[in-house]
């Protein structure tokens, strides 16, 4: 299928893609709260590094992947729908990832905060940081002064530079500054997406070319942990990343050629067949590729959040897309729109009690308690993120 048939046939937008989204920030939300609380049912949690299992907890990240490979084809399509230049779109997919690898690096450089040597606590550098991010990538208004916004992302660049420059790492007395001991969850998306991206870019879309790069970096993976090499390349690491962003966008493209002849019982069969077929896999490779394990991200974790994801995207799809359901996630809508934003506000709120040595009444941090209560603090952030949107607060890389 070439450029122009592709982005032709291809939605616009898929709201089911939204829902998916909504659904899966808010269970992030809520899996990165619950990290705090003690007494938790295990399969709920992450598994150990060299346990051969997953939790709950370890299918929410891989499938905000593959749900960033379902909206690629969405984005760039519509860019050449609108006639951009490969040179506008080319720099609009490097700037995105920048602004992701930034955010990640700085975020990432929390772990290793030195507060005794520092000059700032940590809850303050850690709340001017976040600030900054929305100070430089916020959406700002049409209508707002050009030199008003300049001035603006100025002075959040100018926050975000000296905050880099104050920063002391380290353990003890051994102190060191700003390094990417690894890049955070915002830095690997922003690798993976750097990478699929452009991969769609230079295939112009075509569906076979963004099957054969699948298969490229799912055969690395497997390669990989079948023969033990622990390849870790920058930007593509072991391929498992982007094998999970990459099955989005090959879903995606799939779906939006089966969607042009109708909603029929094929298409509900095929994504099915796909996400069980997947699971399958997984199960299959699990014994001669290290097991079942997010944090070693082996192939057959891999197989099977792909298989998860295809099968919760085709519950969005029968729901959102075809049954017309989109107000039953009214109320968590914004973490599908203002996804960023939703992120980015536990930054503030972590900062924010450390710097006020606020802590949770104890039966808040155990059991059922703290899961009613990382289950509320997810609502109460997605929808101060819906606020924060409608007053023009949403960021926008």
Not at 38 to 62: L, N, Q, S, V, Y
Not at 66 to 93: D, E, M, Y
Not at 333 to 347: F, K, N, R
Request: proline content about 3%; some cysteine.
């Amino acid at each position: 299928m070439s450029q122009a048939t592709l982005s032709s046939s291809s939605p616009k937008r898929l709201l089911s893609v939204d829902a998916f989204r909504a659904l899966n920030m808010l269970c992030m939300i809520f899996i990165n709260d619950l990290s705090g609380v003690k007494g938790i049912p295990e399969w709920m949690d992450h598994a150990k590094r060299m346990d051969d299992k997953m939790g709950f907890a370890d299918t929410i990240f891989p499938a905000f992947l593959f749900i960033v490979g379902l909206s690629i084809p969405l984005a760039i399509n519509r860019k050449w729908q609108t006639g951009a230049s490969s040179g506008s779109i080319a720099f609009s997919i490097i700037s995105r990832s920048f602004a992701l690898l930034v955010m990640g690096f700085m975020h990432v450089n929390l772990e290793s905060y030195n507060s005794a040597h520092a000059v700032l606590p940590e809850s303050v550098w850690e709340i001017l940081i976040t600030v900054s991010f929305f100070l430089i990538w916020l959406d700002y208004p049409e209508t707002l002064d050009k030199v008003k916004k300049y001035f603006l992302i100025g002075l959040g660049w100018l926050v975000l530079l000296t905050m880099a420059f104050l920063y002391v790492g380290g353990r003890g007395e051994e102190v060191h500054g700003l390094r990417p001991e690894w890049w955070g969850i915002l830095g690997i998306i922003g690798w993976s997406y750097l990478v699929c991206a452009f991969v769609y870019f230079l295939v112009k879309g075509n569906f076979t070319g963004v099957i054969i790069a699948f298969i490229v970096f799912m055969g690395l993976n497997i390669l990989n942990h079948s023969m033990k090499l622990h390849l870790h390349i920058i930007g593509i690491y072991d391929g498992s990343s982007i094998s999970l962003v990459l099955a989005g966008t090959v879903v995606s493209l799939w779906y939006s050629r089966m969607v042009a002849k109708g909603y029929n019982t094929k298409l509900w069969a095929l994504l099915l067949l796909a996400g069980c077929l997947a699971i399958a896999a997984g199960l299959l490779i699990r014994p001669y590729t290290e097991g079942i394990s997010k944090i070693r991200s082996t192939p057959a974790w891999i197989f099977i959040c792909i298989g998860i994801s295809i099968l919760v995207f085709e519950v969005m799809i029968y729901l959102v897309d075809f049954k017309g359901k989109k107000n039953w996630f009214s109320l968590i809508w914004p973490a599908g729109t203002a996804t960023l934003t939703c992120y980015l506000i536990p930054y503030l709120q972590i900062g924010f009690y450390k710097l006020v040595h606020f802590h949770y009444p104890e039966f808040l941090n155990y059991g059922w308690g703290g899961f009613f209560r990382s289950w509320a603090v997810a609502f109460v952030v997605v929808i101060i993120g819906g606020l924060l949107a409608k007053k023009h607060l949403k960021l926008k890389i």
